[in-house]
């Protein structure tokens, strides 16, 4: 739909981003999206922990991304220090704290996270 081709992953270039071998990264994203595929098959909650941005939270039919203040801050280019911002993102769920438990972002308080 919408005349959009897939393009296959570069692994090799995922590799060298990461300073691993070809076949390594390879093997961690095939495991991971395989992973991914069975536990969404199954129903079961996954949550992406993405460095320094948030987690991607994903349980049954709801997705819901959550970001960490600094990178809101950081996109916006100045600092959330007016108290009624800070209480309307948080009210919408969109800001959360890295020190946060990701089990407590679930309704069944259980998770499985990615990466390990």
């Not at 692994?11 to 390879?26: G, I, T």
């Not at 994903?58 to 108290?83: A, N, P, W």
């Not at 993102?89 to 309704?107: E, K, N």
């Amino acid at each position: 739909p919408g005349g959009k081709k897939l393009e296959p992953l570069k692994y090799a270039k995922v590799a060298m981003d990461a300073s691993v071998s070809r076949r390594k990264a390879e093997c961690c994203i095939l495991g991971t999206t395989s992973l991914l595929y069975h536990c969404l098959e199954k129903g079961v909650s996954v949550a992406f922990v993405l460095r320094d941005v948030g987690v991607l939270l994903i349980e049954g039919s709801r997705v819901q991304m959550r970001f960490y203040l600094d990178f809101l801050e950081k996109v916006t280019g100045e600092r959330i220090q007016d108290k009624a911002t800070l209480k309307a993102l948080q009210q919408l769920d969109m800001v959360m704290s890295p020190a946060v438990p990701i089990t407590s972002l679930s309704f069944t308080g259980r998770v499985i996270v990615f990466p390990k």
